[in-house]
């Protein structure tokens, strides 16, 4: 999922949050319906409340994190200013240097609270190179590219398969209408071409359209947010309303066979779609720190996850009861009405139809070149020696060439060639979430925050901080413990489900 920075300008706490709200509830929450159908929905109902819970307290980490990361930076800013100072006067003091305690022992709370504040906007990356070494430097770098990578994949397949299951109009007499069809049938009546081939001319041609962004900086603009925010409630409204009338007043008397309530072979799908729903831990700093008033951030974020929580419950379970099964990975998908079928209950108008089928594409157009941006910038991070500030005309030869030509490319290039090799979404979905979104969303904030106690520990001279007002709620030890000890049981788990399904 991409950042959507709503602007430099301070907002209230709620405007923030409404952001917070919109850039979690994305394109993660259409393959839930799916996923439940897999699973079963009481098992996946419990799973993700669950996940929700555990969500909520990294997010609580990566703040803690930011205020402590904020009062590192402004210590060492101090000290270089003090150093500069004695430099000038041709003084030395080795009572300045380093090792000199962060807080003073007799103003020790006020200058907690004054310096771990949240005034500056630090990144994650930022966060790893401050309090991390070299080595976890390198794995954060190459967790956080291994999630985009798997987004890109995932963007490219849901656009290129959403626009060749809408111009597809071949439906074979043997096969229902209401199924799901195979890639290997034809797309159009008396061509040569598959919806297989159809999905990969799609896909090539969202490749040379968007793929070139890569090689410049781009950013949304304030009414690209707002169209794409209003099409996605549009949407997610339509989605949901004509479930629930489905499941309330038009369910076919035929005999159909319910959804299952619990099915541990889906647990990897599951799993995957949970993470990558929920994951927002990435853009928190560009969201959180322009918020006027800071105070209760973590009261505030506990509403919106609860929301948030509710609403994909009241998604995926009146999909699952209206669909299944024949429940597609994109469930806006499940609301297209094939050309020459009989209109079925819950279906709404051709027009209306056309607006979800093609909904994923333009949102996802939309936030393509934002990742790809973003990932070029972490592979030139991880790979090439920092860009010089103000850009210098000294940097030629090979740097210059891999940094303009060559990270663009393998940035694209790699999700682009697994778009092609498969497009089931709902395994891309399931792996980037299960690995590397678990990654993101639990090892990451858990080893930056308590990476940031540690430091802010050894620069108090090993006494003990207090808490402050950006502390996270889940203070002790054993809660950073309890949150790796799940991300690894979980990706243990899934890896297990997926070999055993090989």
Not at 253 to 268: D, L, M, T, W
Not at 332 to 361: E, K, S
Not at 375 to 398: D, T
Not at 460 to 466: D, F, I, V
Request: contains cysteine; aromatic residues 12%.
């Amino acid at each position: 999922m991409s950042a959507t920075h709503p602007g430099d300008r301070q907002y209230s706490k709620w405007m923030g949050l409404a952001y917070i709200f919109n850039l979690i509830v994305g394109t993660g929450a259409l393959t839930l319906p799916a996923a439940f159908g897999k699973a079963g929905w009481i098992l996946a109902a419990v799973v993700i409340v669950v996940l929700a819970f555990i969500s909520y307290v990294t997010v609580t980490f990566v703040v803690e994190a930011m205020a402590s990361t904020n009062a590192i930076l402004q210590r060492k800013r101090l000290q270089e200013r003090a150093n500069s100072i004695q430099a000038t006067d041709g003084k030395e003091n080795d009572n300045d240097s380093e090792e000199t305690p962060l807080f003073c022992s007799d103003q020790h709370s006020d200058q907690l609270l004054h310096q771990c504040d949240i005034t500056e906007q630090v990144e994650m990356g930022q966060m790893a190179s401050v309090l991390l070494n070299r080595v976890g430097q390198i794995l954060f770098y190459l967790c956080i590219i291994v999630y985009l990578y798997g987004d890109l994949a995932i963007y490219c397949s849901a656009v290129a398969q959403s626009v060749a299951d809408v111009t597809c109009s071949y439906l074979p007499p043997e096969n229902p209408c209401n199924s799901t069809l195979p890639e290997d049938i034809l797309c159009w009546e008396g061509s040569k071409f598959s919806r297989k081939d159809a999905y990969r001319i799609y896909l090539g041609v969202f490749i040379m359209l968007f793929g070139p962004f890569a090689f410049f900086n781009v950013q949304k603009t304030k009414y690209l947010q707002i169209i794409s925010t209003l099409m996605r409630w549009i949407a997610f409204s339509i989605m949901t309303g004509y479930a629930v009338r489905d499941v309330i007043m038009e369910k076919d008397n035929q005999e159909v066979s319910p959804p299952p309530a619990v099915q541990f072979s889906g647990i990897p799908a599951l799993f995957g779609a949970c993470v990558y729903s929920f994951m927002c831990h990435h853009s928190i700093p560009a969201l959180v720190t322009p918020i006027a008033d800071k105070s209760r951030l973590a009261r505030e974020f506990a509403l919106d996850y609860v929301l948030i929580a509710i609403f994909y419950l009241l998604l995926a379970l009146t999909g699952v009861f209206a669909f299944y099964p024949n429940l597609h990975d994109l469930y806006t998908l499940d609301f297209w009405q094939t050309p020459g079928c009989a209109a079925r209950p819950g279906i709404p108008p051709p027009g209306v139809g056309y607006f979800l089928a093609l909904f994923p594409v333009f949102t996802l157009s939309a936030s393509f070149p934002i990742i790809a941006v973003t990932l070029r910038g972490n592979l030139e991070a991880l790979i090439l020696p920092p860009k010089p500030l103000p850009p210098s005309p000294s940097e030629v030869g090979v740097t210059r060439l891999a940094r303009r030509l060559l990270m663009p490319l393998i940035a694209v290039a790699p999700p682009a060639i697994v778009a092609f090799a498969t497009e089931d979404l709902g395994t891309l979905v399931g792996v980037t979430g299960s690995f590397a979104g678990a990654g993101v969303q639990y090892i990451l904030p858990a080893v930056l925050v308590a990476a940031a106690r540690r430091e802010l520990v050894r620069q108090n001279n090993g006494e003990a901080l207090p808490s402050h007002r950006f502390s996270s709620p889940f203070r002790g030890n054993p809660w950073v413990v309890f949150v790796l000890v799940w991300a690894v049981a979980c990706v243990t788990i899934v890896t297990v489900r997926l070999a055993e399904q090989l």
